[in-house]
């Protein structure tokens, strides 16, 4: 961990910012309900996977803001920092039989200067450690120092609605998570340049985006610009039922157009991909009931073919019970085209920047020729305890084309053997979030995932396989 300075910076503010006891949750500005306004993921009370997200002011105008937080620095400024820092384990084996054991390390220091109510720069470094026999050499496991974001924001209210716009290297997670995330799983989250305006009111938000990869290096400030990696498009959101304590149903169409100089064809042979990925997101809660649709097509060009691909994801659970350890039952169905043989097309679904989390953190799937039904349950012994197990049947939906893992990387001889079955999915995971002195957030994650391998794996001479990590976030 030789120069890792956000490292240092990111402890050393932690314990700084120990002393205070209030509780209360910094409150993002937004007038659209705030789990569905755009802004990722939330970690934990309050606290966001994108840190951008928070908004300390209210609370330090209420005298209840824990140090380093919205600090006033005069004529209506005020300063705020964050830290996170993640230690995991990693530990497992691939179909394949190659076995894998790694060691990470996160280490992230934002810095958000609010000029007025209106405008902000937002600031953030992060580096990465990876060791073990682990193959995570790219640039997001292994980083000395890294520019993660450096954005303007700058926003206004035009009567009940906020208008903003942001300029410059940021995080963006804003649409269904099968198709764009932040890309949590390495040690340094996936970062964009370019611009985002968003537009939000009581009932409806919409947001454009023009965007270019940040291509790191793993040296210290050494990123670039990919101006040949491009995603840009258009999410809306509204309000189609009000429930009671924001259970609302929510509609949300999407148009992404995504722009990549290298991805794998159905010959395992990299090619320009330029694809326009429409489609619509439907998810909500209706008493006890959850569910979560997901509907999408893409067209465009591969590798000098039309595109023709599509993918459903559907998401839903039951709540048995709001006493006790509150069970509920879960369901998923997961399906996404295959590129069929002696088809003038290219018609492999292409999961873009897919949340590593929701097919599994082992990898063993992607979302490309499969047909997956996951069966599962779940129970909260407390309110920040959670543990689930499922187990999925996966098939692929075509013989023509191969089984694909993590990545989108076919598994090798899969595409010339007969069946359907891939094998059967077990995940089991649990997670319990704390105030680790008043507050800093503490998050204990762990997980163990098992491919039973089905006749397509077996048939290509590969093998049931194993993953299981165990990781551990400080948040401030």
Known sequence: MKNNLPALLAMALVTW???STSQERPIPASPYPLAAAGWGPEAADGLYYSRWVEDW?????????????????????????NTETRLRHEDGATVSGADLQQHLLRSVLGADLRFNTGLRLYAELGSGYSGGNGQATTANFDNKQSLQQLFVDGRTTIRSALLGVMIGRQEFADGPRQLVSLSDGPNLHRTWNGTRVYLHDENFRIGAFDLRATR?????????????????????SVVVARGAKDRNIYLEPFWLHSEHPAIMSREDVAGADDRDTFGARLWGQRGDFRFDATLAHQSGNHAGRGIDAWAVMLVQSLTLAETAWKPRLTTRF??????????????????????????????????????????????????????????????????????????????????????????????VSGSWTGDWISNNKVTLTGGYEYLDAGGVLKAAQLRSAGYGYLSLTLRY
Do not use: C, W
């Not at 499922?390 to 001889?413: I, K, N, P, V």
């Open 17 to 19: 910012g120990a002393d």
């Open 334 to 427: 997961d399906a996404a085209s295959g590129d069929r043989a002696g088809n003038g097309e290219h018609e492999g679904f292409n999961q873009l920047y897919s949340s590593s989390n929701y097919l599994g953190e082992g990898r063993f799937l992607a979302l490309r020729n499969l047909l997956l039904v996951t069966p599962g349950v779940s129970v909260s012994p407390s309110a920040s305890t959670h543990v689930s197990v499922e187990y999925g049947f996966a098939q692929r939906l075509t013989r023509d084309d191969a089984a694909y893992g993590g990545g989108m990387r076919s598994y090798a001889g899969t595409r010339e053997v007969p069946g359907r079955t891939i094998g059967g999915l077990l995940r």
């Open 57 to 81: 002011t209210a609370m330090r105008a209420a005298g209840t803001a824990p140090p380093l937080k919205a600090l006033p620095l005069g004529r209506g400024m005020n300063l705020t920092f």
């Open 216 to 236: 790191m290096g793993r040296g210290g400030f050494d990123e670039t610009i990919d101006h040949a990696e491009r995603l840009q498009g258009v999410n809306a």
